[in-house]
Every structure is written in C-alpha cells, then in structure tokens.
C-alpha cells in the first residue's frame, strides 16, 4: 500500500491546483473558465488511471473523470447562454465533492481507509 502514497500526493496537488480554478471560475461564472476545469479534470483522470490500476484502486479515478464530464457537459450545455440557479447548484455540489476527497486525501483519511480495506480484504481470504 506505500506505492499507494506517490499517487495520492500527485493527486493532492492537482486537486488543489484545479479547485483553485474551479473556485475562480465559480466566483465570476466564468463558463470557459469552468469547462477547462471540467477538461482538466478529465485530463488528471487519465494521467491517473494506469497508476491507480496497478494499485486496484480505479473509483478515485472514475470519480474525478465522472466530475470532470459533468461540469464539461453542464458548461457545454449552457454555452454563451445565461447561467440559472441550478446550474451553480451544480457546479458548487461538484465542487463540495472534489473538496470533500481532496480534505480526506490531505488529512490522510483517504489511506487510512484504503489500508483498513486492505487489511479487511486480507482477513477475508
């Protein structure tokens, strides 16, 4: 599970990088802004994938890839159009989510819960 760790920091940084961005563009709806968020998240999500499936830990990458497609698709869909209220609700529940796995990743939850899996998935055999 250490060869976990590299990963785990790698993601940490980019999260931090792309929430201050997806933060930016949610203080001025921004929509360019916010569908690069969605792009970079889908790019973070393949730079991911071969490193979380040697590990056996694809959900972190389908998460932040299912983030990513949704915000491109929600500012996509919206265009040069107005943006409504449950469009930000949107954004801002995606955003509270990616939050929410970055805050476990840093504190160190994240591993923790991943190593308490693994120890049960040890057990079990």
Not at 30 to 48: C, N, P, Q
Not at 80 to 109: H, N, P, R, W
Request: proline share 2%; aromatic share 8%.
């Amino acid at each position: 599970m250490e060869r976990f760790l590299p990963i785990l920091n790698f993601v940490q940084v980019r999260l931090r990088e792309i929430l201050a961005r997806n933060r930016d563009g949610m203080l001025s709806w921004d929509i360019i802004k916010l569908k690069r968020v969605g792009d970079d998240l889908l790019k973070l999500s393949v730079d991911l994938y071969p490193h979380l499936a040697l590990v056996e830990h694809r959900v972190l990458c389908q998460s932040i890839r299912e983030a990513g497609l949704g915000i491109r698709r929600k500012a996509v869909s919206i265009g040069e159009g107005e943006i409504g209220e449950e469009d930000k609700e949107y954004f801002e529940s995606v955003y509270e989510a990616l939050l929410t796995i970055y805050q476990k990743i840093e504190s160190g939850e994240y591993y923790r819960a991943l190593l308490e899996i693994a120890d049960k998935k040890t057990r079990e055999k």
